[in-house]
């Protein structure tokens, strides 16, 4: 029986449930990540990247994280893709407004290849105007530069 990739056959016979329990498969856990990292094993930071760098997904900072909060709270109300019309035309189906943009890009971190595209189409004083105009004051100037760094550092 594995949790998380912990071998749970010790708690068999252990009648523990609720907290106690919790306790006991965290301590476990703990001694566990101790014992890979006193043999040098990969754990943590370097583990999630190779776990997850062919899925395209990177590591966020707590800094970062906390940003994220932000990032997500567009309600989708379309304010920001007034007067953008022309410059969807002329990307080629590459940029479908800032709204798409912000969606996208707060709830998908491994298409940030083609958000850094569709950011091509726009300057950045637009982005600076349009994040003035947001009534969830989304930073979407600091949602580009996040995008762009990450799709940067997954190249
Ligand atoms: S104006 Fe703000 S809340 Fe409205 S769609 Fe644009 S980013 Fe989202």
């Known amino acids: ?5 912990l071998d749970m056959a010790p708690f ?3 009648v523990a449930s609720g907290r106690a329990l919790a ?13 890979l990292r006193a043999f040098r094993a990969r754990t943590g930071l370097p583990l999630f ?7 395209r997904l990177p590591a966020v900072s707590p800094a970062e994280r906390l940003e994220m909060n ?3 709270r567009c309600f989708a109300c379309g304010r920001c893709d007034d007067g953008e019309s022309e410059r969807q035309r002329g990307s080629k189906g590459e940029y479908r407004g800032v709204m798409q943009f912000v969606l996208a890009s707060s709830r998908n971190m491994p298409d940030h290849d083609a958000a850094v595209r569709a ?14 105009i947001c009534p969830a004051h989304v930073p979407i100037s600091s949602l580009a530069r996040f995008v ?3 799709a940067a550092a997954m190249r």
């Open 49 to 55: 990247v190779e776990n997850y760098a062919a899925d």
């Open 23 to 35: 306790a006991l498969v965290l301590a476990s856990a703990l001694v566990r990540i101790l014992l």
């Open 70 to 72: 932000a990032f997500s």
């Open 12 to 14: 068999r016979r252990i």
């Open 148 to 150: 762009r760094a990450k």
């Open 119 to 132: 950011l091509e189409h726009v300057p950045e004083q637009v982005l600076l105007e349009k994040e003035a």
């Open 1 to 5: 029986m594995q949790w998380y990739g």
